[in-house]
């Protein structure tokens, strides 16, 4: 169903043409494995709101529009926002020393704020880290690990706990001589704020981001197991004695992740946040383009400024995203570089240890991309988003 949207934000019926491109694309990706999309869609048009697929394994109701989910690593794009307005609170600069900042972990001292933000410390990845040769080093027990995590889902893990596990690991590369996405990174972030403000991150998110933008639906729930009602069941399949099993996991304990992916939001939300972000309400002009500048990666057609993707879409276009995903929720957040025109979305699905709806989940996004973005149509080929 089309939908305009009101002052207070709350989805109202319009009158404006439906638009079945979308909701035909959401469906292919409930078709391709995941069990619900709510996909929100802002641009010149209005207001477009829809559901597909169901809010919970043998039900017949749609996932709802304004449900909340675990927003996995668009927690990230926050988190930098976070730091960006202590950087022009003058707390600290972007271009510092984190061990000068943040004593006691025994951190190179050529690691700079900007290096966390940008993924270029080399410092190893909590969860695990994935090497060019396809060899695997576990770090926690993430989802990745199957029963394992499962088993642990409830343990509650401290930020510096995280920290210091990967600081004991060999670093991948020398400090700003490379690229790999660590949550590593964030947690580091995170102590780097508690550290410099002496409260706790939440608190500070509050102040200076959530407060800012009037958001009332997105939580930073740090060891807090429970996600808002309303909300679409997250499932996790795995092996256990041969036997495959599949739980529900809506509730765990998000620290296995902290500050990499612990989040909590919904699509309006999302919206509001990426929108208000670039469109200038949170940082000085001269800190969003920072952030909005990309370092080259792995990744087609891919940069990575800090704490958010920059995508080239072709025809001279950009986008500004992050996606994320872990243990049966997902969320995704692009716009264009003003925020004028976004698309948010909020998904449920059945996760395991193979991260075995990796591919689909990429394919999805990316036809969304192309539908929204590029004008595309729904069942065109596509694979290069990043989760």
Same mark, same amino acid.
């Given at each position: ?14 009158? /404006?043409?439906?638009?079945? !491109? ?22 010149? @048009? ?13 039900? &017949? ?14 927690? $990230? ?19 510092? /020393? ?56 409830? $343990?509650?893990?401290?930020?510096? !706990? ?11 590369? !020398?400090?700003?001589?490379g690229w790999s996405y660590a949550? &590593? ?18 608190? !500070? ?16 729930? &740090? ?26 996991? &809506? @509730? ?32 000085? /002009? ?64 059945v996760d395991d240890a193979a ?33």
């Amino acid at each position: 169903m089309s939908t305009t949207v009101t002052d207070q934000g709350q989805p109202t019926p319009s009158t /404006a043409p439906d638009r079945p !491109e979308l909701q035909q694309v959401i469906q292919e990706i409930v078709d391709s494995g995941l069990t619900g999309v709510a996909l929100r869609v802002q641009d010149e @048009r209005g207001v477009w709101v829809g559901a597909a697929g169901v809010a919970e394994l043998g039900g &017949t109701a749609q996932p709802p529009t304004d449900g909340h989910v675990r927003i996995g690593s668009n927690t $990230k794009t926050f988190v930098a926002t976070l730091v960006l307005r202590l950087v022009a609170e003058g707390r600290f600069g972007l271009d510092d /020393a984190v061990a000068g900042l943040l004593p006691g972990f025994g951190l190179d001292e050529r690691i700079t704020v900007r290096m966390l933000l940008q993924h270029t410390s080399g410092i190893f990845n909590f969860t695990g880290e994935y090497y060019d040769d396809g060899t695997f080093v576990p770090g926690i027990p993430a989802t990745t690990a199957g029963k394992e995590w499962v088993d642990n889902r409830f $343990k509650t893990y401290r930020p510096e !706990e995280l920290a210091r596990l990967a600081l004991a690991k060999p670093a991948r590369f !020398e400090p700003g001589t490379g690229w790999s996405y660590a949550n &590593t990174n964030y947690v580091l972030a995170r102590l780097l704020v508690e550290q410099v403000t002496g409260r706790p991150p939440a608190e !500070e998110l509050q102040r200076l981001v959530l407060g800012p933008l009037g958001m009332t639906n997105t939580v930073a729930p &740090t060891t807090g197991t429970e996600v808002p009602e309303p909300h679409p069941r997250a499932y996790y399949r795995y092996e256990d004695g041969g036997q495959e099993r599949t739980v529900d996991v &809506t @509730r765990h304990n998000p620290s296995w992740i902290s500050s990499g992916g612990d989040m909590i939001s919904t699509a309006q939300d999302l919206h509001t946040f990426i929108s208000g972000l670039l469109s200038g309400k949170l940082l000085p /002009a001269p800190l969003l383009a920072e952030m909005c500048t990309p370092r080259p990666t792995p990744i087609p057609d891919m940069g990575y400024g800090l704490g958010v993707f920059v995508q080239d879409i072709g025809q001279g276009r950009t986008i500004i995203s992050h996606n994320g995903g872990a243990a049966g929720h997902a969320a995704l957040m692009y716009s264009t570089p003003d925020g004028g025109k976004t698309l948010t979305a909020t998904l449920n699905y059945v996760d395991d240890a193979a991260l075995s709806l990796a591919v689909p989940f990429q394919k999805a996004t990316q036809r969304l991309v192309d539908v929204v973005f590029r004008g595309g149509r729904p069942g065109m080929a596509g694979g290069d988003g990043h989760a």
